[in-house]
T-cell receptor, first 115, second 114 residues
């Protein structure tokens, strides 16, 4: 079975400050991990993914995420947040032992960046 | 490329009515899926397909049917609408690639069942 948790419903930061959105996962094998962003009244957009290799993954719009196997986490980070980063962020996971290509999504974290 | 397109954008149904949500992609992706998004619950997988003629159930398949006669199209049918099916529905596609490809999402269909 695979699952993902986003422990914070909301994250509020000031523009220019670091932004972190937390994600933890549970799989029986190795994880394939993804971050998506959803702007109001839009579909989800892919930000970045971890499949294998370097634990630090860089993605779109200046975002990066760090894979930590011992803590089963994949936190999304941005060194300096912008007001335009305000959106709903989803973490997703797939177990590499799964043969059905299903992704499991977290409940989402609403990020608000204040000017 | 238009990417993933969904129609309609909005729909209001009465309990018991049936309808089909349309989804099409022009990226020749093998994998397509339908999700519903409800507040505080993230996205839940309804049905998915790994290629033309092949479909399977996701987490919440009850009350929905799908078919995949072509690579491009993956319609979702509500057989007898219920208020519990009020939600925002997203279609997504990706390259099969061992499931490693990122998913491309359509703009969504906002469905209200009264």
């Amino acid at each position: 079975a695979q699952s993902v948790a986003q422990p914070e419903d909301q994250v509020n930061v000031a523009e220019g400050n670091p932004l972190t959105v937390k994600c933890t996962y549970s799989v029986s094998g190795n994880p394939y991990l993804f971050w998506y962003v959803q702007y109001p009244n839009r579909g989800l957009q892919f930000l970045l993914k971890y499949i294998t290799g370097d634990n630090l993954v860089k993605g779109s719009y200046g975002f990066e995420a760090e894979f930590n196997k011992s803590q089963t986490s994949f936190h999304l980070k941005k060194p300096s947040a912008l007001v335009s980063d305000s959106a709903l962020y989803f973490c997703a996971v797939r177990d590499d032992r799964s043969n059905d290509y299903k992704l499991s999504f977290g409940a989402g974290t609403t990020v608000t960046v204040r000017a | 490329n238009a990417g993933v397109t969904q129609t309609p954008k909005f729909q209001v149904l009465k309990t018991g009515q049936s309808m089909t949500l349309q989804c099409a992609q022009d990226m020749n992706h093998e994998y397509m899926s339908w999700y519903r998004q409800d507040p505080g619950m993230g996205l839940r997988l309804i049905h998915y397909s790994v290629g033309a003629g092949i479909t399977d159930q996701g987490e919440v398949p009850n009350g929905y049917n799908v078919s995949r006669s072509t690579t491009e199209d993956f319609p979702l049918r509500l057989l007898s609408a219920a208020p519990s099916q009020t939600s925002v529905y997203f279609c997504a596609s990706s390259t099969r690639g061992g499931g490693l490809g990122e998913q491309y999402f359509g703009p969504g269909t906002r469905l209200t069942v009264t």
